[in-house]
């Protein structure tokens, strides 16, 4: 079994064949799927595939670079469509401090109303970080002292000290086809590191292929590669990652359990 616990099913070049992606997903061992949504325009969209396909699963929330276009969010809107039986996490939000999209202190503002809406429900806060490190920590130290909620950083390519403390607040670490390029030694030597019951696998596709398929368009299927790099590196059977990985994910996301 392999979960693909983070990818964009609606989004471009995966939404024009999503059947024919599922279903080279499923050839390849994928057995569950996380489709996240970034806009609350999305998340009819994602929810519904998750109604039409039994082992795709959905998230509500807003990305950090669509956090001004969602200033009046209320914590009740996205309180309620978490209500939904195939609606298993909350996100992805966080900081994006790369690109500054939208202004860093609605960034901030948002980010806090998931956690506060994920503490309230307990379903799994999806982060997204990037050239935010000191900000994300503060906040989830912060907010995790005001009351729990589980939460993972997804697609990791922080620092190994980023890693260390979010793992000590309780995060679990998913780790996407970055982790196969050339270029990503201090990435690869955190991948080897992570304990195996907070580790995740992803996609994130449409985006970041991982070796051999850099330059595709990334498909959930691929996860089986960044999977066995992974095994690797950390010097494990393939199988026993993948069935780690899986059960690590039903652990998590509760919600989705049988």
Not at 17 to 30: F, H, I, P, W, Y
Request: glycine share 6%; with cysteine; proline share 4%.
């Amino acid at each position: 079994m392999l979960v693909d616990s983070h990818c964009h099913l609606e989004y471009k070049g995966l939404v024009d064949d999503q059947a024919g992606v599922l279903s080279r997903a499923r050839e390849a061992g994928v057995r569950a799927f996380l489709n996240i949504s970034t806009r609350q325009s999305e998340w009819d969209q994602v929810i519904a595939t998750a109604e039409r396909e039994p082992d795709v699963f959905a998230s509500v929330g807003i990305h950090p670079h669509e956090a001004d276009a969602h200033k009046d969010l209320g914590r009740e809107i996205l309180r309620a469509a978490t209500h939904h039986p195939r609606v298993i996490a909350i996100g992805e939000t966080g900081l994006d401090y790369f690109y500054d999209h939208s202004d860093r202190d609605t960034q901030k503002r948002l980010f806090r109303m998931h956690i506060d809406v994920a503490r309230e429900t307990q379903l799994p806060l999806i982060i997204h970080t990037r050239d935010a490190e000191d900000d994300t920590f503060a906040i989830l130290a912060d907010e995790m002292g005001k009351g729990a909620f589980p939460a993972l950083i997804h697609c990791f390519t922080a620092s190994a000290e980023f890693g260390e403390k979010v793992l000590e607040l309780g995060l679990t670490i998913s780790l996407s086809g970055i982790v196969t390029f050339k270029n990503a030694k201090a990435l690869q030597d955190v991948a080897k590191t992570v304990p195996e019951d907070r580790l995740l696998v992803e996609t994130d596709s449409p985006f970041l292929a991982p070796v051999p398929h850099r330059g595709k368009v990334c498909e959930p299927a691929y996860v089986a590669d960044t999977a066995a790099y992974i095994a690797g590196l950390r010097g494990t059977d393939v199988e026993q990652l993948k069935a780690q990985t899986s059960a690590n994910f039903f652990n998590l996301f509760r919600k989705a359990q049988p």
